[in-house]
């Protein structure tokens, strides 16, 4: 299994450390400008401390990345967390970064894109390009915990959530329920 991870400006970096480590098979990550100073801000990490043996990191500048052609075999692609603004350029079918042109050939390709919006409250232009995607046939899951399952801790709450992110990409929706 082959992930596209995008990572942009939005507040919430622990799901996309989380996501990284958890998803099974090679991951593919870009991370936006912005998304590069929150991941400092919050983890104290640059991109590069994400890479593990199934980890590459790719420049978001680089619009001849293998990943920018829809040629290339890549399973899915999650968005964690998604800014409003990066959900407006994909939105919009703008590929102006290897993350927006990444999640654009992802729709045109008919694959799975996943896109973890971290905004709140949501203006009627945000509900508008939410919609815009999920009729394009992407999936739209804001970060919104899941206090049902009676998380123990601020971990456990990440952890439920990135289940649930990673049972849609492998369609293997039972696994959240393992624990």
């Not at 929150?38 to 199934?54: F, I, N, S, Y």
């Not at 456990?156 to 990409?169: G, N, P, S, T, Y």
Request: aromatic fraction near 4%; hydrophobic fraction near 45%; proline fraction near 5%.
């Amino acid at each position: 299994m082959r992930t596209i991870v995008g990572i942009t400006g939005a507040s919430g970096m622990v799901f996309a450390r989380d996501f990284i480590e958890r998803c099974p098979g090679e991951k593919l990550v870009i991370a936006s400008r912005w998304g590069k100073r929150v991941l400092l801000d919050e983890l104290g990490m640059k991109p590069q401390e994400l890479a593990g043996d199934r980890v590459r990191i790719l420049a978001d500048d680089d619009l001849m990345a293998s990943i920018a052609s829809g040629g290339i075999p890549v399973d899915s692609m999650v968005v964690i967390p998604c800014s409003s603004s990066t959900l407006a350029k994909i939105a919009a079918g703008v590929g102006d970064t290897l993350l927006t042109r990444s999640a654009h050939v992802t729709l045109k390709q008919g694959r799975k894109l996943v896109l973890c919006l971290r905004e709140s409250p949501l203006s009627a232009i945000d509900l508008g390009n939410a919609l815009r995607v999920s009729q394009s046939g992407g999936i739209v899951m804001p970060l919104s915990p899941f206090f049902y399952l009676k998380p123990s801790g601020l971990d456990e709450l990440v952890r439920q959530f990135v289940d649930r992110v990673i049972a849609i990409v492998t369609g293997k929706p039972g696994e959240i329920w393992k624990g």
